[in-house]
């Protein structure tokens, strides 16, 4: 071995000794120092360490029910929440009945919900031209081949109620079978869907659907059961915003989708309607006030309508609490072509849940129509429902013990205590 080659071993182990050298500064910004051997094996140590902490998992939180909603996987603890979510995401859905919308209305509310189907037939042209209201007292204005507003010829909705006065108008729940529960009410949430009714040979045609906002100043009920309309465009300008015989311009609407007729057999469309402004939460009256009578020529403030000896007259109005009242709502607009002539291609289910103050001088019994919606406590304080929550909670970590893979049942005696203080609470209130 020569002197040279003594020299570059010696360079190359000085330069490996500086390149894993860790700089040290001290307190007083002293320049960096290099390390021992020991020294610097501990250090790298403790790098291992650092580094195998940085790159473990993060600590997850310990697990809790997370409760599905339309608007992302976030625990919701309080049911009246997590229901209402349900109810705009899927009105159908089983989870969606007794919904409350979740406001700082203070007093307790019972909950109905109203189910039913129109029957679709289309024109002589094979078109179908409807708009689907939200309101179960005003639900839906369908366009018709000919004759008065009074009696149309050719009524493309079958299901339900017409107006007396305005056959293309129709409703699902008079205000005498909603007060007979109700003395007030909203609807919480409501929706359609559609379903094929034809075969597949015979099913063709496009349908195209939006959604539109509802206006401010709908009919009362009474005005349209007593009033004839001067057209169809008029009534439904009123309602919706738009004439209803043209929704052949549908397309033209942002919110528009259409869809082929073909669709409908692979499976169900289904739309939900939304509250568009605050005012849908305001309750509706369930009284028709449009016949009230009250002092002649005053102007009821709260109604915004005037009043003569035979009651309030307003041409366009019934008042803001109106039983078909539509303020804050969306309408779902329908327009089908290219369909088989005067035939059922599909059909709309319809559904409104609704919530609202007991008539305490109504009716008593079940009301057509109306189902009333389960719920745990209707009228008076939660505090039992709490209670029994809380006890029950003391027994949640005796079922995690018992449904544990790894449980060898050790330790049970901890796990007394709590079933016990639960069995006792339960027996206190009765329930168990």
């Given at each position: ?28 910004g ?12 501990r ?6 360490k ?13 697990n809790?029910?997370?409760a ?6 976030k625990p ?11 109810a705009?995401?899927?009105?159908f859905a ?6 409350r ?9 019972v ?8 029957t ?6 094979g078109?179908?031209?409807?708009t689907?209201l939200?309101s179960p007292?005003?639900?839906a204005?369908?366009a ?9 010829v ?14 293309p108008?129709?409703?699902?729940i008079?205000p005498?079978?909603m ?8 609807v919480v949430?409501?929706g359609?869907?559609l ?14 659907i939006?959604t539109?906002?509802?206006t ?6 009474n ?8 057209g169809l465009?008029v ?8 004439d209803?015989g043209?929704?052949?311009?549908l397309?033209?609407l942002p ?5 082929s007729m ?5 499976g169900e ?5 939304l ?12 009284t ?10 005053q102007?009821?403030a709260d ?10 007259v ?13 303020r804050?709502g ?7 072509s ?6 059922n ?28 919606s ?9 505090s ?17 013990h018992?449904t ?12 007394v ?14 329930v168990?």
């Open positions: 071995m020569t002197s040279d080659d003594v020299m570059l071993g010696l360079s190359g182990f000085c330069a490996q000794v500086i390149q894993q050298a860790i700089p040290m500064t001290g307190k007083k002293n320049p960096p120092l290099v390390l021992s051997p020991k020294a610097f094996r250090a790298q140590r403790r790098a291992a650092r580094a195998k902490k940085r790159s473990a998992p993060a600590k997850q939180p310990r809790r029910p997370v599905p909603s339309h608007f992302g996987a919701m603890a309080n049911a009246t929440v997590r229901c209402y979510y349900e705009l995401r899927d009105p089983p989870t969606a009945i007794g919904c919308t979740p406001d700082a209305h203070a007093f307790p509310t909950c109905y919900h109203f189910k039913t189907t129109f679709v037939t289309s024109s002589a042209t078109e179908v031209k409807c689907i939200p007292c005003l639900s204005i369908s018709y081949g000919s004759g008065t507003m009074a009696a149309p050719d009524v493309q909705l079958s299901g339900g109620s017409p107006f007396a006065q305005n056959g108008v129709r409703y699902l008079d005498t079978e007060a007979s529960k109700l003395s007030e009410y909203r949430a409501w359609i869907r379903l094929a009714k034809d075969t597949a040979t015979n099913t063709k045609g496009k349908i195209y939006a539109i906002p509802t401010a100043n709908a009919p009362s009920w005005t349209l059961n007593t009033v004839t309309a001067s465009g009534v439904s300008e009123y309602c919706c915003g738009y209803v043209y929704s052949s311009n397309p033209n919110s528009s989708k259409v869809y073909q669709d409908l057999l692979n469309i289904q739309v939900s309607g509250p568009l402004t605050p005012a849908w939460h305001d309750f509706r009256g369930t028709d006030r449009s016949v009230l009578t009250w002092n002649t020529g102007v009821l109604e915004g309508v005037f009043n003569n000896t035979t009651g309030l307003n041409a366009t109005a019934g008042g803001r609490k109106d039983v078909a009242s539509l804050g969306m309408a779902i607009a329908i327009w089908a290219g369909l088989p002539a005067s035939t291609e599909f059909d709309i289910d319809i559904v409104y849940h609704l919530e609202g103050s007991p008539n305490i001088s109504g009716t008593s019994g079940s009301t057509a129509g109306l189902i009333p389960a719920q745990a406590v209707v009228i008076g304080s939660s039992v429902v709490e209670e029994v929550v809380s006890k029950v909670r003391l027994a949640f970590p005796l079922i995690r018992l544990a893979k790894d449980s060898n049942h050790g330790g049970m005696m901890s796990y205590q709590p079933a016990l203080a639960l069995a006792k609470g339960l027996s206190k209130m009765g168990y």
